[in-house]
């Protein structure tokens, strides 16, 4: 018998308790060995639930029961998640979890924790929900050097700018509408604002690069500020817009990266709606590949942690996860990373427009007529700074792959 | 020191051995150690090539040389694929192979000696080349029951497929052109013939549901039949024609099938274009996903390749591989797999089709005049043979997913 305990009940420990309970044949033949949740520790209570028969409001319960192998944090946050954590793998006990936040703040911390009590840190459901990405990252992509991933790493927004292409609402409408469908939190400004998906990227550069990559360090741009207007000349170029995280080998150290994008159908992305997720990784022997599937949702995200927990299992007492150094990777200074740009300017300033940008072919469409838009070509941002300023009238902007 | 010895240096095997050398310090530090071949085996000679410096035309070298750990075996076919796998094996060998004609025959029966020897039998580039899909099924969807895996898993007839699409050449002119570009072998049949993806299809499923799947016991047809005018159908419903290997999970067994299907916007693999493949997977818990990259070409198809000896390596005297039971799994047989048809046939049956398919509406294309086409309700194959034994004159039919 392997004995697993699940740290809160909420929408992805709930479904990490179904998961296990509804495929118990299945996760204990793989697991090698029946596997039976012992404990769920959440505040709460839950009548009527057969939950109550394994809860406990004690971790200490878990902590010191020596039975319990496997502990699942779902928690999410960082405290007292980090305390619980380190105290399980301080214990010999693996940890599996789905709570990003903490794998971008102490993974490296906790991964060595976990490799000097010979027992493992699992996060697959930390990047990308139930895409499996990270254990493929670091055991079958192991003999490319990564060029690149790139990602749409959150449900959430993906949601809400599909909702807006498809309807042409405008950003605030979308929001509501999601946080009414459940799609969209109430305080959904780790996801709005990008945080969440630079957190995912964060992580899986480290592990794609072999080196720490630090998500403070990393340019950070939401979909708040996409209109309405932004989609129509979308619509009108057959683009989509995207929040992409991207981290991108140069000569010059990594571009990482997250902001919307303008791409085209040429991008394996292109297709990826709703609340689905894609990672978009290129190696250097492999060439394109993509992951795609559920970024979200309480038995998708579970299924990535039940995965981790039948890895954990399989391989007890032996640790098997490639941490990266603690050093930071070089990146690309974010006025030195380079990018195309679609830019709207009232149509007055077309002349000066083409006098800072070249001879640009300008875009106009029916319903907003005394603007203009006009793609550039690649520079930097810097430079793509300096002449925006010049241009106190422009209407948006936005990075495209084009 | 890892040494590894490579059998057959032709499109893969070279792969192999330039991913190795190329990559070498990222594969040894993935590894845990300095990874170096050994020995390449071929009987030609390739002067002036540097793996004349390796190259032996005697397998008992490799057999023999008790340094020697892992075994690529990347010569194809069956004999003497088979002995050679065999005979390292038992000398204690791990062997990693890109050969899915073996996998497909022998597989099961290779697992076991290797288990029996505490050693690996590795395949991850025997399906979808580059793509990671084994490994994933193996050790990532532990937690879930697999409900479907439908795959676009051989890039020579979606390269010929796409062609026709895009330039509306019939399937003679498609393939002479994507043999004279190498997207086709001289000898095609393997491919258009849906062998190639039908062994894949079985090496899946025997894998996603843990019991064996014999590709003789599956029907597969290949895209020799599709002709120009069906692409002309396609594209005006919006459609793409991809040959499809699925395998489903129904009430009454597993519907594994091999065939050229018209599909719509609404499936993960209509974008799937050109040479590469794409695998779908549902699993009960987590729903969606699908893993897209080169499913051919030397050096992706080496990438996979060397993952698994980076695996053998990192695993080295310890078996990890989930191996299959040798009992076959229950599948439904070909005339009770239901399906949806379009059917074309002459203006004067659209009465007749209509007596038989029921108030089927009926497409018309202006420069198809003289026929017309419709697309059935869900009925099975046996019921639909029947029903098409009554169009004598039918000009054809093909599976849709709609």
């Known amino acids: 018998m392997i004995y697993a305990a699940i740290l809160g009940y909420g929408t992805v420990g709930s479904g990490v308790y179904k998961v ?31 939950v109550m028969e394994v809860l406990t409001h004690d ?4 902590l010191n029961d020596e039975e319990v192998s496997i502990v699942v944090e779902t928690m999410g946050g960082l405290r007292p998640a980090y305390q619980f954590t380190k105290a399980a793998l301080e214990a010999g006990k693996n940890v599996c979890t789905s709570n990003k936040e903490l794998v971008a ?19 697959e459901a930390s990047c990308g929900g139930g895409i499996p990405i990270i254990r493929p990252l670091m055991t079958s992509l192991t003999g490319d050097e990564i060029e690149e991933i790139s990602g749409i790493l959150n449900g959430t927004t993906n949601y809400i700018l599909t909702a807006m292409a498809e309807n042409g609402s405008d950003f605030d409408t979308a929001l509501k509408n999601a946080q009414k469908l459940g799609y969209a939190e109430l305080h959904p400004e780790a996801d709005i604002e990008g945080m969440d998906p630079c957190r995912k990227i964060a992580i899986l550069s480290s592990i794609a690069y072999g080196k720490a990559v630090d998500y403070h360090d990393i340019h950070c741009e939401g979909i708040t500020k996409v209109t309405a207007d932004d989609m129509k000349y979308a619509a009108a ?23 919307p994008y303008m791409i085209i159908e040429n991008s394996p992305l292109y297709s990826v709606s709703g609340v689905f997720n894609a990672v978009y990784v290129r190696g250097n022997m492999l060439g394109d590949s993509m992951f795609y599937g559920s970024g979200a949702g309480s038995l998708p995200t579970a299924s990535a942690v039940v995965g981790d927990v039948v890895d954990c299992a399989k391989n007890a007492g032996r640790n098997i996860m490639k941490i990266w150094d603690e050093e930071k990777i070089e990146l690309v200074p974010f006025e030195k990373i380079h990018s195309r740009y679609i830019v709207r300017v009232p149509e007055k300033d077309t002349k000066k427009a083409r006098e800072l940008f070249g001879d640009v072919t300008t875009i106009t469409l029916t319903d907003l007529e005394e603007e203009c838009a006009f793609i550039t070509d690649e520079l930097t941002e810097g430079m793509f700074a300096e002449k ?7 209407i948006s902007y936005m990075r495209v792959k084009f």
């Open 59 to 62: 971790y200490n319960d878990i």
């Open 388 to 394: 925006a300023e010049q241009l106190p009238d422009m």
């Open 237 to 259: 170029l057959e683009a989509k817009v995207k929040l992409i995280a991207s981290s991108v080998k140069t000569k010059s150290g990594y571009a990482v990266m997250v902001a």
């Open 20 to 50: 296990i309970n509804k495929n118990n044949a299945i996760v204990s033949k793989n697991a090698g060995d029946t596997l039976k949740v012992k404990y769920v520790l959440d505040l709460r209570e839950f009548e009527g639930d057969p």
């Open 105 to 123: 703040e102490h993974g490296h911390e906790l991964m060595e924790i976990a490799k000097a009590h010979g027992v493992n840190y699992m996060f």
